[in-house]
């Protein structure tokens, strides 16, 4: 398996305009994680879908920010209108339903100007 | 509000070294706690994970402990070798799958 795949791996973007990130997560896995890592905050937990259902999205900081999972196989997380603080590292994490150990991706690295 | 932190910040040591990382919490409800490395430009990779009934798991060099009751996890690294220089970072988590992540140790094992 080629593991939790992410696009784009870099993202530069001006303020205002829409922002999608992408996730393709480990074939078989039950749950998936979108996570944010800045300095100042560290990794944090945006939303987690379990069987494409959103399960928790306490962690989504503001309405500029929503994802969704169509099907098992991708994900996105879209941000509209972006803002500079929005720029961190963007990572996406899938889990089979019969442990608690996650995979993560690579991350997309995201720059708002 | 659980807080995780992690101490030290950074760290630097000569090969062969063993050393121990540092994560303490403030809230002891964990469900469970989970080590994990993180190398430049790439995402996690978990190492570890103790479940709150258990004090220590072990896996190879690596071997990490829980004490619930003060708060705190250690994470050992025996024999330490370049190839161990990363971020290492706890998550502690609580409820379903509520992960919250410490603010990690840089390490760099010098050859």
């Known amino acids: 398996d080629a593991g939790v795949i992410q696009s784009p791996r870099h993202e530069v973007t001006e303020m205002g305009q829409e922002v999608t990130l992408r996730c393709k997560p480990i074939?078989?896995?039950?749950?998936l994680f979108w996570y944010r890592q800045t300095m100042m905050r560290g990794l944090e937990l945006l939303i987690y879908?379990?069987?494409?259902?959103?399960?928790?999205d306490s962690g989504m900081p503001e309405d500029r920010f929503s994802a969704k999972m169509p099907n098992a196989s991708f994900s996105t997380l879209k941000i509209q209108p972006s803002e500079p603080r929005d720029s961190a590292v963007y990572f996406c994490?899938?889990?089979?339903?019969?442990?608690?150990?996650?995979?993560f991706g690579p991350g997309t690295r995201l720059t708002v100007l | 509000k659980q807080e995780v932190t992690q101490i030290p910040a950074a760290l630097s040591v000569p090969e062969g070294e063993n050393l121990v990382l540092n994560c303490s919490f403030t809230?002891?409800?964990?469900?469970?706690l989970q080590w994990f490395r993180q190398d430049p430009g790439k995402g996690l990779t978990s190492l570890l994970l103790?479940?709150?009934?258990?004090r220590e798991q072990t896996s190879g060099r690596l071997n990490a402990s829980l004490d619930k009751s003060s708060g705190r996890s250690t994470l050992y690294i025996a024999a330490s070798q370049p190839g161990d220089s990363a971020t290492y970072l706890c998550?502690?988590?609580?409820?379903?799958?509520?992960?919250?992540f410490g603010t990690g140790t840089r390490l760099k094992v010098l050859a």
């Open positions: 994490a899938s889990m089979p339903g019969w442990t608690d150990t996650q995979y």
């Open positions: 074939s078989g896995h039950d749950y």
């Open positions: 879908f379990n069987n494409n259902v959103p399960i928790d």
């Open positions: 809230d002891s409800a964990i469900y469970n």
């Open positions: 103790i479940q709150s009934s258990q």
């Open positions: 998550a502690i988590i609580q409820g379903t799958y509520k992960y919250i």
